[in-house]
C-alpha cells in the first residue's frame, strides 16, 4: 500500500521551485535581516546567505563530521561541503532529499526518515549535530539523549530555530518548542550551553515579507481560481465551499488576515542559536 504525499511537503517543494525561478534562492530557511540589508523580496537570497553565514561562523574549531538534521533542500549542507566539512543528512521527505542530492551532490549520503527513527551504526559518531529550523519538530524528551549518542565525547550541538515564548493569547504563527520547556530539558540532559544567541529581531522581517505575499499573491490568486471554478461549476463550488468552510477560513486567516508579521512573531516567538557541548565522559 502506497503512503499518501504530505501536501505541505509538495508545498515546500513547490515554494523551492518557486525562489529558485525567480530569486536563484535554493535555501528554505529564514533570512537574516540586518540593519543594512532592505526588507523586500529581492533581497532574500542575501538574507538567507548571511543566515548561513552566521549560523556555520558558530561551528567550534577541531569539528570535522557534521549531521545535519532535517537538512531540507540542502543549503547549508552545500555550504558545508564546500568548505571542507564531512556531512551526513537526516530527512523524513523524500521529495526534499531529492532536491539535496540535486544540490549538494548525489554523493551527499542522507538517512531518511525521521532523526528519532533512523538507526545509525555504533561507530557512525560525528563531532556536530546541527539543527537548522528542525529541532521544533523533534520531542523534547528524546532530542538531547538522541543527539548524544550520535556524538563523539566532547561533541557539540548547535541549535538555531525559535521558540514560544509565555506571551497570552492566540498566534497564527505556528511551530517552536516552549522555550521554558527546553531549558528544562536541556538542564536534564547534562549537556553544557556554551553560547546562546537571540536573533528574533534580524528573524521577525520574515514574517513581513510572509504577509505581504499574502496580500499580494496569495489572496488574488487564491480568489481568481475560486471565481473561475464558481462560475463554471456553480453548484460543486457550493458544495465544495460548504464542506471546506472551516478549512477556507483557516486558510484565510492564516495568510490573508495581516497577523502572520514581524511584530506578532516577536511577541510570541524568540529566535535563538544555542551552542552545546557533550561532557567529555
Known sequence: MTSKVDSKEVGLVAGLNLFHFFLGSRDLHY??????????IQNLPEAQKRYSNFLLSHIPDGVKRVLDVGCGAGGVATELLARGYQVEGVSP?????????????????????????VSFGED????????????????????????????????????????????SGRSVI???????KFHDALRASGMELLEDKDITRETAPNLDLVGQM?????????????????????WLAKILHWKYQ?????????YTSGERNGENFARFKVYRLLLLRKPEK
Request: glycine share 10%; aromatic share 12%; hydrophobic share 35%.
Open 31 to 40: 533570512g537574516l535581516w540586518e540593519d543594512d540589508l532592505e526588507l523586500c
Open 93 to 117: 521527505s523524500p521529495l526534499l532529499s531529492e532536491a539535496a542530492r540535486q544540490q549538494a551532490g548525489a554523493g551527499f549520503k542522507i538517512h531518511q526518515g525521521r532523526f528519532e527513527d
Open 124 to 167: 557512525e559518531k560525528f563531532d556536530l549535530v546541527m539543527f537548522s529550523e528542525s529541532f521544533q519538530y523533534i520531542a523534547l524528551d528524546r532530542v538531547f539523549g538522541d543527539a548524544q549518542r550520535r556524538l563523539n565525547p566532547g561533541g557539540h550541538v548547535l541549535i538555531c530555530d525559535f521558540f514560544k515564548t509565555n506571551a
Open 174 to 180: 505556528g511551530g517552536g518548542h516552549p522555550i521554558d
Open 214 to 234: 499574502g496580500r499580494e499573491l496569495l489572496l488574488p490568486t487564491f480568489n481568481l481560481i475560486g471565481y473561475a471554478f464558481s462560475s463554471n461549476h456553480p
Open 246 to 254: 472551516k478549512r477556507i477560513r483557516k486558510i484565510q486567516r492564516k
